[in-house]
T-cell receptor, first 109, second 113 residues
Framework: RKEVEQDPGPFNVPEGATVAFNCTYSNSASQSFFWYRQDCRKEPKLLMSVYSSGNEDGRFTAQLNRASQYISLLIRDSKLSDSATYLC??????????FGKGTRLSVIA | EPEVTQTPSHQVTQMGQEVILRCVPISNHLYFYWYRQILGQKVEFLVSFYNNEISEKSEIFDDQFSVERPDGSNFTLKIRSTKLEDSAMYFCASEGTENTEAFFGQGTRLTVV
């Protein structure tokens, strides 16, 4: 099983749609979880951290399920500007960040 | 807003040549990283640096690679003898404290011909 696994997509959704991405991880010792956003040929930027209790930031909701070893990202009311690749990222204590390959989202007018 | 800056933005080099990629991390940050991303592939960890020494490195970071923080501000990645497969986007990142948000620079696109 890959360390961090994501559906590469692309997810093509109309503006205003709700879209959800899942990510599974293999290392049960993983402690910190993040969603990063990466625009084409740009650097990754932190979208949000993911907490066990789940967290919401505007249109974005992240959930963590430790028992099943997956995290999710829900985007409501998609905007054209949400088009990007969404990277599932985690680390285990003092280890560097481990990245998934990313899920590509295209929001269409 | 403080940011990580990298230079150059794009470097083309001949196979076998040495390249130095430069990064200026955020000034009060303590942890520094180099990652690379081959086109179409995932972001891969190369090396982490703390307290003026390498704290961890990946299998990719072989003897051809080295890092330095020569003057307390710049953080450099040197590739001694570049290979075609070194062509990638190289990202520098820094963290204020461990396991907090990592800020990435805009990257250096290295093309080895």
């Amino acid at each position: 099983r890959k360390e961090v696994e994501q559906d590469p997509g692309p997810f093509n959704v109309p503006e205003g749609a709700t879209v959800a991405f899942n990510c599974t991880y293999s290392n049960s010792a993983s402690q910190s979880f993040f969603w990063y956003r990466q625009d084409c040929r740009k650097e990754p930027k932190l979208l949000m951290s993911v907490y066990s209790s789940g967290n919401e930031d505007g249109r974005f909701t992240a959930q963590l399920n430790r028992a099943s070893q997956y995290i999710s990202l829900l985007i409501r009311d998609s905007k054209l500007s949400d088009s990007a690749t969404y990277l599932c990222v985690l680390n285990s204590g003092n280890t560097p960040l481990v990245f998934g390959k990313g899920t590509r989202l295209s929001v269409i007018a | 807003e403080p940011e990580v800056t990298q230079t150059p933005s794009h470097q083309v080099t001949q196979m076998g040549q040495e390249v130095i990629l430069r990064c200026v991390p955020i000034s009060n940050h303590l942890y520094f990283y180099w990652y690379r991303q081959i086109l179409g592939q995932k972001v891969e960890f190369l090396v982490s640096f703390y307290n003026n020494e390498i704290s961890e490195k990946s299998e990719i970071f072989d003897d051809q690679f080295s890092v330095e923080r020569p003057d307390g501000s710049n953080f450099t990645l040197k590739i001694r003898s570049t290979k075609l497969e070194d062509s990638a986007m190289y990202f520098c990142a820094s963290e204020g404290t461990e396991n907090t948000e990592a800020f990435f620079g805009q990257g250096t696109r290295l093309t080895v011909v």
